[in-house]
């Protein structure tokens, strides 16, 4: 439906009236463990089978174990890890005390751990072996954190408590998660760097996290369906989409990471039906030779999120998998709670490949003149603005940032360029916002700017991403030497290597140029850059 050039698509979804995910996150369990031996979860890379019965015992325990702890109502819980078998059930317990939860990637650089640390100061962190290997010192200088609970491996150091030491064994039929406001009370906070800059700290209601499991509930759970995952669980697509799985009683099969003989054998063994995919996944299925060599015939539907892909990289994709009905795309971002805008996977509506779909029930979209902020029609671009229960309650600790982005309509700014056609249907063409896209991670280039403006040969830095449809973008630095600097790109690369997470590396290179394009008041001008850029592929063809 579109009025006075607002797109919508049916009422708001309801949501339990006691505003409480993690009620609803423990009614559910409850009842997907009436069958006591229903699977949920696989681990692919151990073979291992977790039980929906086994992921609510292990959440209240580890919950009632925190509350002894002195966890309450309105802490902060940090979670480092990377994808792991305690990972669901830890993050469920910290949101069942009343506590926020907030997940960082272990691939963080010593600053950018920093930055976040100093962002959402936890009282208590759970982190990894890998994660305390690469940042116990990091942690231990950060002084809000109280302890520290190692979930695997031998204690990295004195102090820091067993994962299996910290849960109480509970009664689940009787345990009651913490009252909250659901409205107000804040149940992630995940990391995002919004239009611009270093990330910021997304703070998600217990109302946004219910509606978007709202949204997945009304998909109508399908039988015998085996959902394949390798998103980071750090990240808001993977930890809310393998949460709200779990909790429509999806089978799941996760892999710490993609290795491609590993993820195609997972589809072949466990006759994966649905895939959750990020572009270079596409690419991959698409194009590589060995996908030929396994048997994909059981995989039926295919959603695709994180970055847009092309109607082309569909198409080939589709191509080698007969049985699957289709490619689907969403479109959103840690502001907008996972999704806002998703294509229709019935058989009614008419498929529109490479489009980002319609907007979810109760979602308001509009999209406006860049300039002068008016409302436009269909097939005009401008920047798409989104408004409804799924919009994050703000920037944690950033009443600054929070302002600057949302309009005088109460609408998130998403910094992306697009337009939606006759039907209401969205496309996605283009990104105001800065960042850079790797393998559907969020790259800011004000943070790789800062690393390398830190050589003592370099005077000015400007980044922007290179296409590249493998990965999505590469970080390609553009350098002003200072006077008399003989700095070269290959010693470049080695020195910011060591101080960027592998991420955030400059795969694009280094370019050597005399001047910085920027603006008036000294921005730089990215899109000038990016000019450059395709420019100077275009002399090389």
């Known amino acids: 439906m579109i009025i006075n050039n607002v797109v919508t698509t049916g009422s708001p979804l309801s949501v339990p009236s006691h505003l409480s995910f993690a009620q609803y996150a423990i009614d559910k369990l409850r009842e997907n463990s009436k069958d006591g031996d229903a699977v949920a979860v696989i681990n692919g890379d151990t073979n291992q089978q977790i039980t929906f019965k086994q992921i609510l015992q292990e959440t209240v325990n580890i919950a009632t174990g925190l509350t002894r702890l002195g966890v309450k109502r309105g802490d902060v819980v940090a979670l480092c890890s990377e994808n792991r078998d305690e990972f669901m059930p830890t993050a469920l317990a910290v949101v069942c005390c009343g506590a926020t939860i907030t997940t960082y990637n272990v691939l963080y650089s010593k600053d950018e751990m920093k930055h976040v640390l100093n962002i959402s100061q936890p009282k208590l962190l759970f982190a990894s072996e890998l994660a305390l290997q690469r940042h116990l010192a990091t942690f231990k200088s950060q002084s809000s954190i109280e302890k520290i609970i190692q979930l695997n491996g031998k204690v990295a150091a004195s102090g820091i408590l067993e994962y299996k030491s910290v849960g109480v064994p509970t009664n689940t039929n009787e345990y009651e998660p913490?009252?909250?406001?659901?409205?107000?009370?804040?149940?992630?906070?995940?990391?995002?760097?919004?239009?611009?800059?270093?990330?910021?700290?997304?703070?998600?209601?217990?109302?946004?996290?219910?509606?978007?499991?709202?949204?997945?509930?009304?998909?109508?759970?399908?039988?015998?369906?085996?959902?394949?995952?390798?998103?980071?669980?750090?990240?808001?697509?993977?930890?809310?989409?393998?949460?709200?799985?779990?909790?429509?009683?999806?089978?799941?099969?996760?892999?710490?990471?993609?290795?491609?003989?590993?993820?195609?054998?997972?589809?072949?063994?466990?006759?994966?039906?649905?895939?959750?995919?990020?572009?270079?996944?596409?690419?991959?299925?698409?194009?590589?030779?060995?996908?030929?060599?396994?048997?994909?015939?059981?995989?039926?539907?295919?959603?695709?999120?994180?970055?847009?892909?092309?109607?082309?990289?569909?198409?080939?994709?589709?191509?080698?998998?007969?049985?699957?009905?289709?490619?689907?795309?969403?479109?959103?971002?840690?502001?907008?709670?996972?999704?806002?805008?998703?294509?229709?996977?019935?058989?009614?509506?008419?498929?529109?490949?490479?489009?980002?779909?319609?907007?979810?029930?109760?979602?308001?979209?509009?999209?406006?003149?860049?300039?002068?902020?008016?409302?436009?029609?269909?097939?005009?671009?401008?920047?798409?603005?989104?408004?409804?229960?799924?919009?994050?309650k703000g920037y944690y600790g950033n009443a600054e940032a929070t302002r600057d982005v949302f309009d005088e309509e109460g609408y998130l700014k998403t910094g992306d360029v697009g337009y939606y056609d006759k039907d209401g249907c969205f496309f996605i063409v283009d990104r105001l916002k800065e960042l850079i896209k790797y393998k559907g991670h969020q790259v800011a280039p004000a943070a790789v700017e800062s690393v390398v403006l830190e050589h003592p040969g370099v005077a000015e830095c400007g980044v922007v991403g290179a296409p590249d449809e493998a990965v999505g973008e590469l970080a390609t630095a553009f350098v002003v030497k200072k006077p008399g600097a003989t700095v070269t790109e290959k010693e470049l690369l080695e020195f910011t290597a060591s101080r960027l997470s592998s991420v955030s590396r400059l795969y694009g290179g280094v370019i050597f140029i005399d001047e910085i394009p920027k603006n008036p008041s000294g921005k730089i001008l990215r899109r000038a850059l990016k000019q450059k850029l395709l420019d100077r592929q275009k002399s090389k063809l």
């Open 178 to 392: 913490v009252e909250v406001e659901g409205w107000k009370d804040v149940a992630y906070i995940l990391y995002s760097s919004g239009t611009t800059g270093l990330p910021k700290g997304v703070m998600l209601s217990h109302l946004n996290v219910l509606y978007s499991a709202a949204s997945f509930e009304i998909e109508n759970p399908l039988q015998n369906v085996v959902l394949l995952t390798i998103v980071p669980w750090y990240h808001a697509y993977g930890l809310m989409s393998t949460i709200n799985y779990i909790l429509i009683k999806r089978k799941l099969v996760y892999l710490n990471g993609f290795n491609p003989v590993k993820y195609l054998t997972s589809i072949q063994e466990y006759k994966v039906t649905n895939l959750a995919a990020v572009p270079p996944i596409v690419v991959f299925l698409a194009k590589a030779p060995i996908v030929e060599k396994f048997d994909l015939s059981s995989i039926n539907i295919i959603w695709c999120g994180a970055a847009p892909l092309s109607a082309e990289t569909i198409a080939g994709a589709l191509k080698r998998m007969k049985n699957c009905k289709g490619i689907f795309q969403a479109y959103g971002m840690t502001e907008t709670s996972l999704t806002a805008t998703k294509d229709i996977d019935d058989d009614k509506t008419a498929r529109k490949p490479g489009s980002a779909g319609y907007p979810l029930n109760g979602v308001k979209a509009k999209v406006v003149d860049i300039d002068t902020r008016k409302r436009l029609g269909p097939n005009e671009n401008g920047e798409i603005c989104l408004k409804g229960p799924l919009i994050m």
